[in-house]
Structures are given as structure tokens and as C-alpha cells.
């Protein structure tokens, strides 16, 4: 088990209106930054304060406005990434005002190539990893969950023609003793290279709930999860690792009475701000766990945080990265997010490597560890022997067996037979692919 508090990271929206003389940043000396607001009480820009002019706040790393994508991804998703190869789970959740930069930072931009956030880019790591490591079968499957007013939705269905977000099969919650939450109505696709899992990512996003606001242009009105399910066997083990990684784009939080929104716009601030606050919820009571003994943690509030449950203070390697703006007028709002992300800082985690028996590989294994043992029995005893040629079946088994043992990477893989005209005739087929330079076991006899 490997006890872990959240990272956090803060990213600064770029901006022409940046109020610079409001906020600065700084390096500390153990390697983390702090960004420092001031808010003097004589402006009368509607930012009320009465009890203090600075507030510093602590991040594991700030990106400034001229951070590219690659480096944000490199920073942030290539630890959890390598964490989640080794078995541990990983999430990386992005957090903010709405038009902060959250869905541009995971998911990234449609207009450059380098705009790629941070979900494709570890797609393409994650396969990426695959060719390098030759020795271990990877296999991956992907989800993608949206939450909207409360109710879950699998972005991923295929299989209706999708014009309204009604239209797309409802996911709900089910709890189990042993496996915790269960998501009904959630496909897992296979995904067996890049392409078909970024073809994936694209007909989820193309699904997704989104809506112009005085906030932004195209404000993505719902929180939505992609997952990654990564299965590992190394060739010659009997063992195999199960992960995921949470890749979630947080719904923006914002202050209705600033954005003037209302019917169904209003609709969905109401349930995202209310999302947002049984999140904080949540934090809060992992940190009086941590320092006042709570035994209760309210997850299963609302949908999100229900889902969310081994991210916040359960069995995972958890990133969150906070984006605010930095215009006067939002301020309050950046306050706000840095605020929360202190708290989120306050959270630990234990980690435990996913790591299991697997059973049809354990069968496996001790059906060829019997068949060794009696071949060594009968060539002991001498019922070897036996009188006439193989047939051609007999042949082709000697092929099939030779082949496999050939093919296979472990060290520990043996070829065992009782029969001494078999081990002869494999003698013989071994001969010939010397002699021929083959990689195969070809024919003889």
C-alpha cells in the first residue's frame, strides 16, 4: 500500500485583461510555488473585503499563461500514467470557474494539433508504452461518463442515431459490499490501438452537453469522466494487473447572479454549483477524518462524487490541476478555486497495486506442470516405448507443441515427452531449422 496525499496544480488562463498587479507568483524553497492575491478594500469593482487584503496559496506547480500543452501533460498525466502501468489506479480531475480552461486542458483545442490535451495525449502514451514493454500483453478497454442535471449518460453508445442528450442510454448507480460502486447502463468498449480509442474519444465528445453562456462560448454544461481500463500479463507469469485511470473534466462552477443566466442555463447552474458543493463536502469531511476521527464521509450525495469515491481518499493515485483567470472580475472566483485546492492538498490516499492470480493462467500452468511430471514418470519406468511410425496427427501434435515452446518468451518454459519417437522426430524438426535458417517448425518426416 502506498499512502499518497493529491497533488495540485494551478494553470492561469491566458488573457489580455490580466489584473497583474492583483496576483504573483513565486518559487518556494522545497520546489512547490505560491500564488499570492492582493485585494485592496478601497476598489469598487463589486469585490467585497472586510477582513483581509492577501491571500497566498501553496501548489505542487503553477503553469503561467505562456505553458504549452505538452508541458502540462508531461508535468501532470506521465507520472499517473506510469503509475498506472505498474497496477495503481490513477485520476486526474481539472477544476474551476466556467471558462477557466478545464475542458481545453483534458481535452484540448480543435484548432492545432499541439492543442491536444491532456486525454489524447495519454491515449497515445499509454499505446505508446505498449510497444515499448514487448514482454507484457496489454489489453484496454474505455468509457466515457457524462453527468448532467444529476443523471448519468454513456457517451459512448453506438448503436441509435443520437440528436438530443435523452437520447443516449441512462447509467445508474448500484453499490456492492465486495466491489463498492457499480455503474449500469456504463459499456465498455475494447480498444486495441490508438486509433480506435482516440475514434472513441471523438464520438463521446461529439455527444457531450454543451451550451453558449455569458461565460463562455462553449461551456460544457455537464461533468464528464473518460476511463481507462488497463489489463497486464507479463509472458511466463501467472499473474496479471488490473488499473484505471479517471480522466474528468469538472463542470465550471458559476455565480448566477454575475452571469445573469436563467430557464434552462439556470436549470443546469443550479444542479452543477450543487454538484460542486456536495464535492466540497466531501473534501471537507476526509480532511476532519484525517484530523478529528469523522467516520462518516458523505459520497454518496450526488452522482459524481459517488463515482469519484476511490479518487478522494480512497485506493488511487490522485492529480488535480485547479485553472483559474486572471481578470479582475473573476478574482473572486480564482479565490475561490485556490481555496478549494488546499483542501484537496489536505486528502490522503492508499494506493494498492492491483495485482491478482489469474486463474485460467494458474490452470494452465499446473495442467502442463502434471503432463511434465508424467512424461518424466513414464520415461522413468520406461513406457516410452513404443513399437511403429507416429501417424500424421501424432506429427502435427509434435509441431503444434515444438512451435509453442519456440514461441514462448518465458525462461522457465519447458518441452517435455514420454514418448522417445516424438523427442527423436523433434530432433529432427529442430535439425531442419538450422539448416534451413527457419523461424518455423515447417514439416518432416
Same mark, same amino acid.
Given at each position: 500500500m502506498v499512502k499518497q496525499g493529491i497533488e495540485i496544480y494551478l494553470r492561469i488562463k491566458p488573457s489580455k485583461r490580466l489584473a497583474g498587479e492583483a496576483f504573483k507568483t513565486e518559487e518556494l524553497d522545497d520546489g512547490g510555488q505560491k500564488i499570492g492575491f492582493f485585494i485592496a478594500h478601497d476598489q469598487k469593482d463589486g469585490l467585497v473585503n472586510n477582513k483581509k487584503e492577501l491571500y497566498n496559496f501553496k501548489f505542487d506547480h503553477i503553469f503561467d499563461v505562456d505553458t504549452r500543452q505538452d508541458e502540462v501533460f508531461e508535468r501532470i498525466a506521465r507520472p499517473v500514467i506510469n503509475s498506472t502501468l505498474g497496477g495503481y489506479n490513477g485520476t486526474i480531475f481539472a477544476y474551476g470557474q466556467t471558462g477557466s480552461g478545464k475542458t481545453f486542458t483534458i481535452t484540448g483545442g480543435p484548432d492545432k494539433y499541439s492543442d491536444r490535451g491532456i486525454i489524447p495525449r495519454t491515449i497515445s502514451a499509454m499505446f505508446g508504452e505498449y510497444a515499448r514493454m514487448s514482454d507484457t500483453?496489454?489489453?484496454?478497454?474505455?468509457?466515457?461518463?457524462?453527468?448532467?442535471?444529476?443523471?448519468?449518460?454513456?457517451?459512448?453508445?453506438?448503436?441509435?442515431?443520437?440528436?438530443?442528450?435523452?437520447?443516449?442510454?441512462?447509467?445508474?448507480?448500484?453499490?456492492?459490499?465486495?466491489?463498492?460502486?457499480?455503474?449500469?447502463?456504463?459499456?465498455?468498449? +475494447?480498444?486495441?490501438?490508438?486509433?480506435?480509442?482516440l475514434n472513441l474519444l471523438f464520438l463521446g465528445d461529439?455527444?457531450?452537453?454543451?451550451?453558449?453562456? +455569458?461565460?463562455?462560448?462553449?461551456?460544457?454544461r455537464s461533468h464528464c469522466i473518460f476511463s481507462l481500463y488497463i489489463t497486464a500479463r507479463t509472458a511466463g507469469s501467472n499473474m496479471v494487473r488490473r488499473a484505471k485511470l479517471h480522466l474528468v473534466d469538472l463542470a465550471g462552477s458559476e455565480r448566477v447572479s454575475k452571469t445573469g443566466t436563467d430557464g434552462t442555463l439556470l436549470k443546469e447552474a443550479k444542479y452543477i454549483n450543487l454538484s460542486l458543493h456536495y464535492l466540497e463536502q466531501v473534501i471537507i469531511a476526509l480532511q476532519e477524518k484525517a484530523t478529528k476521527g469523522r467516520s462518516h464521509i458523505p459520497y454518496?450525495?450526488?452522482?459524481?462524487?459517488?463515482?469519484?469515491?476511490?479518487?478522494?481518499?480512497?485506493?488511487?493515485?490522485?492529480?488535480?490541476?485547479?485553472?483559474? !483567470?486572471?481578470?479582475? +472580475?473573476?478574482?473572486?472566483?480564482?479565490?475561490?478555486?485556490?481555496?478549494?485546492?488546499?483542501?484537496?492538498?489536505?486528502? !490522503?490516499?492508499?494506493?494498492?497495486?492491483?495485482?491478482?492470480?489469474?486463474?485460467t493462467l494458474l490452470i494452465a500452468k499446473l495442467r502442463r506442470d502434471v503432463e511434465a511430471l508424467k512424461a518424466e514418470l513414464a520415461l522413468a519406468s520406461g513406457q516410452e516405448i513404443n513399437d511403429g511410425e507416429l501417424t500424421d496427427e501424432e506429427k502435427e501434435q509434435c509441431r503444434q507443441r515444438l512451435d509453442a515452446y519456440l514461441h514462448d518468451k518465458? +525462461?522457465?518454459?519447458?518441452?517435455?515427452?514420454?514418448?522417445?519417437?516424438?523427442?527423436?522426430?523433434?530432433?529432427?524438426?529442430?535439425?531442419?531449422?538450422?539448416?534451413?535458417?527457419?523461424?518455423?517448425?515447417?514439416? !518432416?518426416g
Open positions: 500483453v496489454f489489453t484496454t478497454h474505455v468509457s466515457y461518463l457524462e453527468i448532467y442535471n444529476e443523471n448519468g449518460y454513456d457517451l459512448l453508445d453506438s448503436q441509435r442515431d443520437v440528436t438530443k442528450l435523452e437520447d443516449l442510454p441512462k447509467v445508474s448507480l448500484h453499490e456492492d459490499g465486495q466491489q463498492g460502486v457499480q455503474l449500469r447502463g456504463l459499456s465498455l468498449n +475494447p480498444a486495441a490501438s490508438e486509433e480506435e480509442a461529439t455527444n457531450r452537453m454543451v451550451a453558449e453562456t +455569458p461565460m463562455n462560448q462553449a461551456s460544457t454518496r450525495n450526488s452522482m459524481m462524487t459517488a463515482v469519484l469515491k476511490d479518487s478522494l481518499g480512497g485506493n488511487c493515485m490522485t492529480t488535480m490541476i485547479a485553472t483559474m !483567470s486572471g481578470e479582475r +472580475p473573476n478574482l473572486d472566483e480564482s479565490i475561490s478555486t485556490c481555496r478549494f485546492a488546499q483542501r484537496v492538498a489536505c486528502i !490522503s490516499n492508499d494506493a494498492i497495486l492491483n495485482e491478482e492470480t489469474d486463474p518465458s +525462461p522457465e518454459a519447458t518441452l517435455v515427452m514420454a514418448d522417445m519417437r516424438k523427442i527423436q522426430f523433434c530432433y529432427a524438426l529442430l535439425k531442419g531449422m538450422v539448416q534451413q535458417g527457419s523461424g518455423g517448425s515447417g514439416s !518432416s
